[in-house]
């Protein structure tokens, strides 16, 4: 079976040697999505020193910008939120954020319901609290 990688005009950058996605038969595999904005630095939300160190985040700012991202990708890849059927979420402050990012996370998935994993990490790639990893039918 092939494989089409997907790489985003509208998205932010990957951080790393990733696609944003890639389709596989009818499924898209989304590489981890966080909430950058393209062509910058600048993470919504997020407050950071002169080294890069968060200094303070808001989580919903944050989560809506990682759901705006991760819509760019899957309609460029042909596909569309309603059609999310798996949602890992990675967040970096599970007491803090968790029922913030549950109650955004439920205005996004009315109608829409995929499985969902959130664990807790120690750090993302880059001054974020948090990462979303998504699969989706086309």
């Known amino acids: 079976m092939s494989s089409d990688s997907i790489i985003s005009n509208a998205a932010p950058e990957p951080v790393g040697p990733y696609p944003h996605a890639r389709k596989v038969g009818n499924l898209l595999f989304l590489s981890g999505v966080g909430p950058r904005v393209r062509g910058t630095i600048r993470i919504p939300g997020v407050e950071v020193d002169g080294h890069g160190n968060i200094l303070s985040y808001d989580i919903e700012t944050q989560s809506r910008s990682v759901f705006k991202n991760v819509r760019l990708i899957l309609e460029e890849a042909g596909s569309d939120w309603e059609n999310l059927v798996d949602v890992t979420v990675f967040l970096t ?15 996004y998935f009315r109608k829409n319901r995929p499985c969902r994993t959130t664990v807790e ?4 790639p880059t001054p974020i609290a948090i990462e979303l990893k998504c699969i989706a039918t086309i």
């Open 121 to 124: 990490v120690t750090a993302l």
């Open 93 to 107: 402050n599970m007491k803090n954020d968790f029922h913030i990012f549950n109650r955004v996370y439920a205005e």
